[in-house]
């Protein structure tokens, strides 16, 4: 009985001491994975397979990696192909990281490291993960969305590529070291956090983790939004609001909320009392008229209250008729507020434009005219949601990710880690509440809370704000679902310049971090998470 036991116990720890073991990769067998071919029948949706076209070895001593650049080849030959980056560290840790993009995506976007992740932290590819990433299926800009009038490139931005892209670089991953990844994550922001969602979603059994920063899980409503906002900016004489008077409303929101967590710092940590507390009418003109920098007119007022509540969308879509409020009053910065109110009152042009538009317009002005229209010469400042009901349901199922039903990814095991920033205007936090909440409504908050974790950020915009917000999401993720141990108390590091390195604690929502009273301002050891 002896002898069999220890028989099975020095098959068990040798089988983990190889487990443990990184695998490791020369730079020889990095050069000759030029040209490989991946057939089309190793990757689970219609392609005509892919190539490796690229191969190098980059980095620095210390750091180096393999990196390869390749295409999936669509099946429409007129559709543009996936352009992919895949990094293979040369130990590697047996676990990969696959990264999405932005806006209308377009471009490989950094696809070597994990998303807002602490200068302190190690890299991933340091860390010994693989990365990968694409372009989700076209070139150009991440206001671009032209490349639409393609069926295929549509479907490959619409989620498609998220699975044609996993399976090539899993391919290429199990090539180079012999065996696949023990654990697949996915991490992305904004467009990336859509995808993040999406993966998990659609294709359930391949991921064993995701990392969904400031998520539009609904992208048709996001737009429809967009173009409201554009309508009540640039249709209404008077509306607009002038970078000046954008400074005016970010000042006044700061100046009446700033030390309502507890502390003066220059972030607006409690947004739920700032709502309570801060009132627009302060800023309002005699008798409501514009007379200057120093004030808002009466219309401009109007303009504030749309985006402070709300938005209709002027169509019942899969998520509603209305999207979620602008933080506008909630704690966003002067520059934050120009993006949405654009830095001038012409109505902008088709294209490119003399002036910053309105971002939020920008994108729903792309989306109706390529996705909805389909032509490029569309006034969108003309468009009637109601009168394109059909189409727009029709993309909204294609694109969006509204089930909150990913019951196959949970019971594969999978870890769901969510934030936003308090201060987004390029997707407002209340659309991730939402999310949330439905999640919440189908699973219940007890079983909730054994996979899933949202966190909101004070002061942190889309990708800047009054607190930038660094976070090593990767590390609490892959502790969950590799280790099991539950994501304890989050701590945000600002990479501003001039406040590098303060600290606030990343709370649970719906709890905000609160300064006690005393020590150190820029520890989040001195802050308690709290809903009072």
């Given at each position: 009985?002896?002898?069999?036991?220890?028989?099975?116990?020095?098959?068990?720890?040798?089988?983990?001491?190889?487990?443990?073991?990184?695998?490791?990769?020369?730079?020889?067998?990095?050069?000759?994975?030029?040209?490989?071919?991946?057939?089309?029948?190793?990757?689970?949706?219609?392609?005509?397979?892919?190539?490796?076209?690229?191969v190098a070895m980059a980095g620095h001593p210390g750091n180096l990696h393999c990196k390869i650049e390749g295409q999936i080849k669509p099946i429409d030959l007129?559709?543009?192909?996936?352009?992919?980056?895949?990094?293979?560290?040369?130990?590697?840790?047996?676990?990969?990281?696959?990264?999405?993009?932005?806006?209308?995506?377009?471009?490989?976007?950094?696809?070597?490291?994990?998303?807002?992740?602490?200068?302190?932290?190690?890299?991933?590819?340091?860390?010994?993960?693989?990365?990968?990433?694409?372009?989700?299926?076209?070139?150009?800009?991440?206001?671009?969305?032209?490349?639409?009038?393609?069926?295929?490139?549509?479907?490959?931005?619409?989620?498609?590529?998220?699975?044609?892209?996993?399976?090539?670089?899993?391919?290429?991953?199990?090539?180079?070291?012999?065996?696949?990844?023990?654990?697949?994550?996915?991490?992305?922001?904004?467009?990336?956090?859509?995808?993040?969602?999406?993966?998990?979603?659609?294709?359930?059994?391949?991921?064993?983790?995701?990392?969904?920063?400031?998520?539009?899980?609904?992208?048709?409503?996001?737009?429809?939004?967009?173009?409201?906002?554009?309508?009540?900016?640039?249709?209404?004489?008077?509306?607009?609001?002038?970078?000046?008077?954008?400074?005016?409303?970010?000042?006044?929101?700061?100046?009446?909320?700033?030390?309502?967590?507890?502390?003066?710092?220059?972030?607006?940590?409690?947004?739920?009392?700032?709502?309570?507390?801060?009132?627009?009418?302060?800023?309002?003109?005699?008798?409501?008229?514009?007379?200057?920098?120093?004030?808002?007119?009466?219309?401009?007022?109007?303009?504030?209250?749309?985006?402070?509540?709300?938005?209709?969308?002027?169509?019942?879509?899969?998520?509603?008729?209305?999207?979620?409020?602008?933080?506008?009053?909630?704690?966003?910065?002067?520059?934050?507020?120009?993006?949405?109110?654009?830095?001038?009152?012409?109505?902008?042009?088709?294209?490119?434009?003399?002036?910053?538009?309105?971002?939020?317009?920008?994108?729903?002005?792309?989306?109706?005219?390529?996705?909805?229209?389909?032509?490029?010469?569309?006034?969108?400042?003309?468009?009637?949601?109601?009168?394109?009901?059909?189409?727009?349901?029709?993309?909204?199922?294609?694109?969006?990710?509204?089930?909150?039903?990913?019951?196959?990814?949970?019971?594969?095991?999978?870890?769901?880690?969510?934030?936003?920033?308090?201060?987004?205007?390029?997707?407002?936090?209340?659309?991730?509440?939402?999310?949330?909440?439905?999640?919440?409504?189908?699973?219940?908050?007890?079983?909730?809370?054994?996979?899933?974790?949202?966190?909101?950020?004070?002061?942190?915009?889309?990708?800047?704000?009054?607190?930038?917000?660094?976070?090593?999401?990767?590390?609490?993720?892959?502790?969950?679902?590799?280790?099991?141990?539950?994501?304890?108390?989050?701590?945000?590091?600002?990479?501003?310049?001039?406040?590098?390195?303060?600290?606030?604690?990343?709370?649970?929502?719906?709890?905000?971090?609160?300064?006690?009273?005393?020590?150190?301002?820029?520890?989040?050891?001195?802050?308690?998470?709290?809903?009072?």
């Amino acid at each position: 009985m002896k002898v069999r036991f220890y028989t099975l116990y020095f098959v068990l720890f040798f089988a983990n001491v190889v487990q443990a073991s990184p695998a490791v990769l020369t730079q020889a067998q990095c050069v000759a994975l030029k040209n490989t071919r991946i057939e089309a029948a190793r990757i689970g949706l219609p392609t005509r397979g892919a190539v490796v076209a690229n191969v190098a070895m980059a980095g620095h001593p210390g750091n180096l990696h393999c990196k390869i650049e390749g295409q999936i080849k669509p099946i429409d030959l007129k559709a543009p192909d996936i352009n992919f980056q895949l990094y293979l560290p040369l130990s590697w840790n047996g676990k990969a990281l696959q990264l999405g993009g932005s806006g209308f995506d377009g471009a490989v976007k950094d696809a070597d490291t994990a998303r807002l992740a602490p200068a302190a932290t190690p890299g991933a590819l340091k860390q010994g993960y693989a990365t990968f990433g694409s372009d989700s299926g076209h070139q150009g800009g991440v206001s671009d969305a032209s490349f639409t009038l393609n069926e295929e490139a549509w479907d490959n931005f619409a989620g498609a590529q998220i699975k044609k892209t996993h399976d090539v670089a899993v391919a290429l991953i199990t090539q180079a070291y012999g065996k696949k990844p023990s654990r697949l994550y996915y991490q992305g922001n904004s467009q990336g956090g859509h995808e993040a969602l999406a993966a998990i979603q659609r294709f359930p059994l391949d991921y064993d983790g995701a990392i969904a920063i400031h998520p539009v899980y609904n992208v048709v409503e996001l737009h429809m939004a967009g173009i409201r906002i554009g309508q009540a900016i640039y249709n209404t004489p008077g509306a607009w609001i002038s970078p000046a008077k954008a400074a005016l409303i970010a000042n006044a929101v700061t100046g009446a909320c700033d030390k309502l967590d507890g502390l003066a710092d220059g972030v607006v940590a409690n947004p739920d009392a700032c709502s309570a507390t801060f009132k627009i009418a302060h800023l309002r003109c005699p008798q409501g008229k514009d007379t200057g920098a120093n004030c808002l007119s009466d219309t401009q007022i109007s303009l504030v209250e749309m985006l402070n509540n709300p938005v209709p969308l002027g169509i019942n879509l899969p998520s509603g008729d209305h999207f979620a409020p602008w933080p506008i009053l909630r704690g966003a910065d002067a520059s934050a507020l120009v993006s949405v109110f654009g830095s001038g009152a012409d109505k902008p042009k088709p294209e490119a434009s003399n002036i910053i538009i309105s971002f939020p317009y920008m994108m729903g002005d792309q989306a109706v005219r390529y996705e909805v229209m389909r032509d490029a010469d569309y006034d969108s400042l003309t468009f009637d949601p109601g009168a394109h009901q059909t189409r727009l349901k029709e993309l909204a199922s294609q694109v969006d990710n509204d089930d909150a039903n990913i019951r196959a990814f949970v019971q594969h095991g999978g870890k769901l880690l969510m934030m936003h920033g308090t201060a987004d205007v390029a997707v407002p936090p209340g659309n991730t509440v939402a999310y949330y909440e439905k999640l919440r409504a189908e699973f219940g908050e007890k079983e909730l809370r054994q996979f899933a974790r949202f966190y909101l950020a004070p002061g942190f915009t889309h990708s800047s704000g009054t607190f930038r917000a660094s976070w090593d999401s990767l590390g609490t993720l892959d502790k969950w679902v590799d280790h099991g141990i539950p994501p304890g108390q989050q701590v945000m590091i600002d990479v501003n310049k001039a406040t590098a390195g303060r600290e606030m604690p990343l709370c649970d929502y719906p709890l905000y971090p609160k300064y006690n009273g005393q020590g150190d301002i820029r520890s989040a050891s001195s802050f308690v998470c709290t809903d009072k």
